[in-house]
């Protein structure tokens, strides 16, 4: 089943990543698209874990829910649109704020690499 893009990417991104994150949590994004909704599910601990999900978890401290369009434009842009259409999220900001933080800022080849020896 094809997934959309930017739930793709950071499928690959926390599939690909061997370091610690360095915070804790459960994030789900869902992407709406016409067909349906993609949930996707990152557990951030000790090591990241990632799966396309079939419903968000119960225990899930934070969701962003966003309409095709809009990871669309993130994808190509790295912002939503706007005004965006579908974009709300809910939960622990500060959870989001780390997620973004290590997985979507732009980093040097050093920052990456010592990521990878954590």
């Known amino acids: 089943m094809e997934h959309p893009a930017l739930l793709e990417l950071l499928d690959a991104l926390i599939a690909n990543d061997r370091g610690a994150p360095g915070f804790r949590g459960t994030i789900s994004i869902v992407v709406r698209t016409p067909e349906r909704e993609h949930i996707w599910q990152a ?24 309409g095709e369009r809009e990871a669309n434009l993130i994808l190509e842009t790295g912002e939503p649109p706007q ?14 704020s780390a997620f973004k933080d290590r997985y979507l800022s732009p980093k040097s080849f050093i920052d990456v690499r010592a990521g990878a020896k954590r």
């Open 83 to 96: 005004p965006p259409r579908l974009f709300v999220g809910a939960g622990d900001r500060a959870l989001f």
């Open 43 to 66: 557990v951030f601990a000790e090591k990241s874990s990632a799966a396309f999900v079939d419903a968000v978890a119960p225990n899930t401290q934070a969701v962003l829910l966003l």
